[in-house]
């Protein structure tokens, strides 16, 4: 008999996610999934000056606050046709790499690790056996006996008390759960050591952006780091080292537990490559612009269909007419008003239902690319690197996809990245690409500076009438783009097409699921009480809902009241 399950709010994420999904035969037979939040900064933005948007655009969220930012000075930008000093360019890129690593060992260890370990098999763990296991995977300082005992300790005093804070509401003993106590000793230790190494790359934000969240340091036409090296205000040899040095220190936790992690859970649950493909047309734009000019990038973009690699078509600058013409938002079923809208003529009506399946159930609008929904995120930014032979791409994935096949048992291929488990390994094959691009970009910075180049700032000119730009970033969570329209200097119309909007997006005018949607359809459900594998395959996206909307209820009325997980 079908089963109607209503998951409200998923938790572990950023933001109110409502996912609604029926249970036939132990398998999800259909899915509705809603964002019960409304953004409404774009209509705050309109008639300011476009130099200052991107103070408010980080706002559209707290944890993805650099990427808006970014997003937003790349948009003015490109609205005005304008270089930036390539100091400005290493600058930004070292911030986005950053951040990005940030959310990317958060995610995995803090955000989803809980929906594939169990914690109170831990007290059972021969923490000598957890060491063996971990000396297998790496050379890592952290996987020592006294670290594993430590932990261990940690966790049986944790489950005595009877206070067990975080994990109190874990699915623990779902029959989908079945490491060995030592695999979840393991993999706890590592959840805890990454607290730290999340931290220290973070420290690059706060350096390069003057705070974080909530950097303070660009403007349009490049940032506001002086530099000089007889300053100790301002970007010096000192700084300069000091960055390198929070990056150099999470390059062994990237390589010997992050990405070995990864893995080693993709080979003990091989299985998850079989569910959670949903949409299979995936978008990726090109980040790391390495000059000035924006026009060659350290990372490629472009655009696949049909799952089918030998489809690509790469997006080469954000004034591609592939990428330009390509982009609109169907408000059939979001509570907006309007139809299909391309975003520099969007607009952002609020027009609010009761939530119904046929009708209008999400604050989250419905992007597509030529008329199909993508997929955007870590698995698209690798499939797109990959079909173009990207050389770092390449690399890493190769040697992923190869330690997971060993793990496997069974040779596991980037087709299998289509999936549920794809999405997690994408991640952590995107941080060790992002970590060695770090060095690169540094030294970019560094040696420039050498040679006596301290630009970092071009003032803009605004022309009279109307120009249009689209300022776009390849943040953690996949293609993320700001539109905007000013005239006569002064905003006209700005639109975000987020990624969580792309992935999270309600049906179309045709009845054309989101991803988030597409994903659960087939997945495996044990246990209609503890709906543990709908929380992988959503979790897997990493759901950012704020960036895709706020809510806002000018009466006081109370909308809603939630218990937090």
Same mark, same amino acid.
């Given at each position: ?37 409304? $953004?409404?900064? &774009? ?8 130099? &200052? ?23 003015? =930008? ?47 763990? *021969? ?17 020592? $006996? ?7 300790? +940690? ?28 695999? #979840? ?25 003057? !705070? ?31 960055? +390198?040095?929070?990056? *150099? ?11 070995? *992690? ?35 990038? @350290?990372?490629? /973009? ?13 997006? #080469? ?7 330009? @013409? ?18 520099? !003529?969007? =607009? ?5 239902? =009761?939530?119904?399946? @046929? /009708?209008?159930?999400?604050?989250? +609008? ?18 797109? /690197? ?23 048992? %069974? ?11 794809? %999405? ?5 094959? $995107? ?8 060095? %690169? ?27 249009? /730009? ?6 953690? %969570? ?8 000013? =005239? ?19 049906? @179309? ?7 988030? &949607? ?10 209609? *009480? +503890? ?35």
């Amino acid at each position: 008999m079908a089963t109607r399950l209503t998951i409200d709010p998923v938790t572990r994420i950023e933001g109110h996610l409502r996912v609604d999904v029926v249970v036939d035969g132990g398998q999800v037979t259909d899915s509705r999934v809603s964002c019960t939040m409304w $953004r409404g900064i &774009e209509t705050i933005l309109r008639g300011r000056d476009p130099r &200052e948007a991107w103070v408010f655009a980080q706002r559209f969220c707290g944890v993805c606050t650099t990427v808006h930012a970014m997003a937003s000075v790349r948009a003015v =930008e490109d609205a005005l046709e304008m270089p930036i000093p390539p100091n400005a360019q290493y600058i930004r890129n070292l911030i986005l790499i950053a951040h990005a690593l940030h959310d990317h060992i958060v995610h995995f260890y803090q955000l989803s690790a809980l929906d594939w370990i169990d914690v109170t098999t831990i007290p059972k763990a *021969d923490p000598a056996k957890a060491t063996a296991l971990g000396e297998s995977l790496s050379e890592w300082r952290g996987n020592s $006996r006294p670290e594993m005992r430590k932990v261990q300790d +940690k966790v049986k005093a944790l489950l005595t008390s009877g206070q067990l804070g975080i994990f109190q509401n874990g699915y623990w003993g779902h029959p989908a759960m079945h490491l060995e106590p030592e695999a #979840n000793l393991l993999l706890l230790a590592h959840y805890l050591q990454a607290l730290d190494f999340q931290r220290e790359v973070n420290k690059v934000v706060a350096i390069l952006g003057a !705070k974080t969240p909530h950097i303070q340091n660009l403007a349009v036409g490049g940032v506001m780091n002086a530099i000089n090296l007889d300053n100790d205000a301002t970007i010096n040899m000192d700084r300069l080292w000091a960055v +390198k040095g929070h990056f *150099d220190a999470v390059v062994d936790f990237i390589h010997q537990v992050y990405l070995p *992690d990864a893995c080693a859970l993709a080979g003990l649950y091989p299985d998850w490559f079989r569910y959670g493909a949903g949409v299979r047309n995936y978008l990726a734009v090109p980040d790391l612009p390495a000059d000035g000019a924006s026009t060659t990038y @350290d990372l490629p /973009g472009g655009t696949i269909f049909d799952g089918d690699l030998n489809t690509v078509h790469p997006i #080469n600058s954000p004034r591609d007419a592939w990428w330009r @013409d390509g982009v609109t938002e169907d408000l059939t079923h979001a509570w907006y008003e309007g139809g299909v809208q391309q975003p520099w !003529k969007g =607009e952002t009506i609020p027009a609010y239902t =009761e939530f119904q399946d @046929d /009708g209008k159930y999400s604050w989250v +609008k419905a992007p597509r690319f030529q008329g199909r929904p993508m997929q955007v995120g870590p698995v698209a930014n690798v499939l797109v /690197g990959y079909a173009q032979a990207h050389p770092l791409t390449r690399k890493w994935t190769d040697l992923a996809l190869a330690r997971v096949s060993a793990a496997a048992g %069974r040779p596991v291929t980037v087709d299998d990245l289509q999936s549920t488990m794809g %999405r997690y390994l994408a991640r952590a094959i $995107r941080s060790a690409m992002l970590i060695e691009l770090a060095s %690169r970009h540094w030294e970019l910075l560094a040696n420039g500076i050498g040679h006596g180049d301290v630009a970092t700032y071009v003032p803009p000119t605004f022309p009279k009438g109307t120009v249009e /730009g689209v300022g776009f970033h390849e943040a953690p %969570r996949g293609t993320l783009s700001h539109w905007v329209v000013v =005239e006569n200097g002064i905003l006209r119309n700005y639109q975000a097409v987020v990624p969580t909007t792309w992935n999270a997006s309600p049906r @179309d005018s045709y009845g054309v699921a989101g991803p988030y &949607e597409a994903s659960l359809l087939g997945n495996p459900v044990a246990d209609t *009480d +503890k709906p543990l594998e709908v929380l992988r395959t959503v979790h897997s996206f990493d759901p950012c809902m704020a960036c895709a909307c706020h809510v806002l209820d000018t009466t006081g009325r109370t909308v809603a009241t939630v218990k937090v997980l």
